[in-house]
């Protein structure tokens, strides 16, 4: 167990549609990173909030939102939804606010199924 | 941009040696490793940075050569509990603070 929470486990919903993903990060921990990952893509960063704000962008989709809120908890917000959004995401959080600082704690992820 | 590893697949008889190599094109600052089992999250090996000494950690080392922008991944004496797929994630010179990784390298480790 990471300490990294994620909710929900899974989440199946139809194209169009939208939906809220929630990350809480380890205790003590000022940045989480969001990932996806799909069997063709692999793992793709898609953002990183250090303590509220956003510090990096990779790539995510203009119909792909998130933020981090005072008690450092993230959502990610996907909508407009396709077929090709379904995927695993993960929510990883580290201390420092750089890459080069310490190792990111990956939580159990979301599977989401756009139908 | 995204670093290419080899090989993408490799399987072992427990208590041999394995080498995963991570290539990238672009110059790199620091090269990340985590290892993934099947319908896990992934899990932090080691990160190696620009200047940094070759990294260990029981039977997994890792080397990161600047000059060719290559890191090598080395188990040694394989376990059952090794297998998995492990990934490398680069982060190019000039602080992206972004880590993108490779495809990926599946490490089967049998009895």
């Known amino acids: 167990d990471s300490g990294v929470t994620q909710t929900p486990k899974h989440l199946i919903t139809a194209t169009g549609q939208r939906v809220t993903l929630r990350c809480s990060p380890r205790?003590?921990?000022?940045?989480v990173y969001w990932y996806q990952q799909s069997l063709d893509q692999g793992l793709q960063f898609l953002i990183q909030?250090?303590?509220?704000?956003?510090?990096a962008k990779g790539n995510i989709l203009e119909r792909f939102s998130a933020q981090q809120f005072p008690d450092l908890h993230s959502e990610l917000n996907l909508s407009s939804l396709e077929l090709g959004d379904s995927a695993l995401y993960f929510c990883?959080?580290?201390?420092?606010?750089?890459?080069?600082?310490?190792?990111?704690?990956f939580g159990p992820g979301t599977r989401l199924t756009v139908l | 941009q995204q670093p290419v590893q080899s090989p993408q697949a490799v399987i072992l008889r427990e208590g041999e040696d394995a080498v995963i190599n991570c290539s990238s094109s672009k110059a790199l600052y620091s090269v990340h490793w985590y290892r993934q089992k099947h319908g896990e999250a992934p899990v932090f090996l080691m990160i190696l940075l620009k200047g940094g000494e070759q990294k260990g950690h029981e039977k997994i080392s890792a080397s990161f050569n600047e000059k060719k922008q290559q890191s090598s991944l080395y188990l040694t004496a394989s376990q059952l509990s090794y297998s998995g797929t492990y990934f490398c994630?680069?982060?190019?010179?000039?602080?992206?603070?972004?880590?993108?990784f490779g495809k990926g390298t599946k490490l089967t480790v049998n009895p």
């Open positions: 994630g680069t982060e190019i010179q000039g602080g992206s603070e972004k880590l993108v």
């Open positions: 205790s003590g921990d000022l940045s």
């Open positions: 909030y250090y303590n509220g704000e956003e510090r």
């Open positions: 990883a959080s580290s201390v420092p606010p750089g890459l080069a600082g310490g190792e990111q704690f």
